[in-house]
């Protein structure tokens, strides 16, 4: 295995990382901005205000893009696993 495998190999994971990530980080991130924009026009500071939103949005997506999230990861470990050979050899 060479440099440029490793280099392959560890973009892949990452990019991967991204994208199956990416869905939930978003959706926090939108959530949070209106939850925040909401209580500086209220202004109400309530800690919990922030945070159930958030994860009754994570919760969401997670039950929406769950399945394709676990299918995208299965596949990249498969294809990991089976060019394992192809890589030591």
Do not use: C, N
């Not at 009754?56 to 995208?72: D, H, K, N, Q, R």
């Amino acid at each position: 295995m060479d440099a440029t495998q490793v280099f392959t190999a560890g973009q892949q994971g990452l990019y991967i990382l991204l994208l199956v990530s990416a869905p939930i980080l978003l959706s926090v991130l939108a959530i949070g901005l209106l939850v925040s924009i909401f209580q500086a026009a209220t202004q109400i500071h309530e800690a919990t205000l922030s945070f159930v939103p958030k994860v009754i949005g994570a919760v969401a997506v997670l039950s929406i893009a769950g399945p394709w999230m676990l299918t995208t990861l299965v596949e990249y470990l498969q294809r990991t696993l089976q060019s394992i050979p192809s890589a030591v050899g």
